[in-house]
């Protein structure tokens, strides 16, 4: 039996990520999604949800004041732009509290949460390797990026470059907000200004890495932590 979750949130794009999240995630389904809390109040009275993920931060009514509205809300996992309001989610007994954007990864990892409590029976998450994906946005819109064909991620002041099997991608990131989007197990930070995919280094010395023929400085603040993994994988 799957989870039935709605979606509030007054930004579509957000809403769209989380329904791309849900369709690769077998154990969830979508039964509704509303841009407002107060359409939120309103389908909760006539349906049957069991998990909501709730935007904190929306014009009128915020969703924090939303749960303190309801009589016996179904499990939450707060959803926001602001790493402030995370103590606020939290207040609230949330299962977990998601920063936007908010990447596979971390959304599988919030989802496993409500499986412990019971909400489902116990089920595997993992997604392929050459199936995950995170979502970066450029040219006024969202992107959907396959980790798998990620080389390495370039910093360009407020912006990062996105290097991929195929064109490259320009988003509006720092490239710190871009690592923390990133599985740490797959890519690390080799330079302030560079993001390497581990899997795609083919050479690498004490002072760059080679992703194909191209050569990547190792800065002296990360130089060690570089040795150490590329070592490890070898």
Same mark, same amino acid.
């Given at each position: 039996?799957?989870?039935?979750?709605?979606l509030?949130?007054?930004?579509?794009? /957000?809403?769209?990520?989380?329904?791309?999240?849900?369709?690769?995630?077998?154990?969830?389904?979508?039964?509704?999604?509303?841009h407002? /809390?107060?359409?939120?109040?309103?389908?909760? #009275?006539?349906? #049957?949800?069991?998990?909501?993920?709730?935007?904190? #931060?929306? $014009?009128t009514?915020?969703?924090?004041?939303?749960? %303190?509205?309801?009589?016996?809300p179904?499990?939450?996992?707060?959803?926001?732009?602001? %790493? &402030?309001?995370?103590?606020?989610?939290?207040?609230?007994? /949330?299962?977990?509290?998601?920063?936007?954007?908010?990447?596979?990864? %971390?959304f599988?990892?919030?989802?496993?949460?409500? =499986?412990?409590?019971?909400?489902? $029976?116990? /089920?595997?998450?993992?997604?392929? &390797?050459?199936?995950?994906?995170?979502?970066?946005?450029?040219?006024?819109?969202?992107?959907?990026?396959?980790?798998?064909?990620?080389?390495?991620?370039?910093?360009?002041?407020?912006?990062?470059?996105?290097?991929?099997?195929?064109? $490259?991608?320009?988003?509006?990131?720092?490239?710190?907000?871009?690592?923390?989007?990133?599985?740490?197990?797959?890519?690390?930070?080799?330079?302030?200004?560079?993001?390497?995919?581990?899997?795609?280094?083919?050479?690498?010395?004490?002072?760059?890495?080679?992703?194909?023929? &191209? &050569?990547?400085?190792?800065? $002296?603040?990360?130089?060690?932590? =570089? #040795?150490?993994?590329?070592?490890?994988?070898?």
């Amino acid at each position: 039996m799957k989870i039935r979750c709605l979606l509030v949130d007054d930004e579509p794009p /957000a809403i769209e990520v989380l329904k791309a999240h849900i369709a690769a995630t077998p154990l969830l389904e979508v039964a509704g999604e509303c841009h407002h /809390a107060m359409g939120a109040f309103d389908f909760l #009275q006539k349906h #049957q949800i069991d998990l909501m993920f709730l935007d904190i #931060q929306m $014009p009128t009514l915020k969703g924090t004041e939303l749960l %303190r509205s309801l009589s016996s809300p179904p499990k939450v996992i707060f959803t926001t732009a602001y %790493r &402030e309001f995370a103590l606020d989610g939290f207040d609230f007994n /949330a299962v977990d509290f998601l920063l936007k954007p908010i990447s596979l990864e %971390r959304f599988l990892k919030a989802v496993q949460k409500v =499986v412990q409590q019971n909400l489902a $029976p116990a /089920a595997d998450l993992s997604v392929p &390797e050459s199936k995950r994906f995170a979502y970066f946005r450029a040219d006024r819109k969202t992107i959907k990026i396959l980790l798998d064909e990620i080389t390495y991620i370039e910093s360009l002041k407020d912006y990062v470059k996105i290097h991929c099997n195929g064109q $490259p991608v320009i988003t509006r990131h720092t490239i710190t907000a871009a690592q923390e989007m990133l599985p740490h197990d797959d890519f690390i930070r080799v330079h302030r200004s560079f993001i390497v995919a581990l899997n795609k280094v083919t050479s690498y010395s004490n002072h760059a890495v080679f992703v194909g023929n &191209e &050569e990547i400085p190792v800065g $002296p603040l990360h130089r060690n932590d =570089v #040795q150490k993994r590329l070592a490890f994988r070898s």
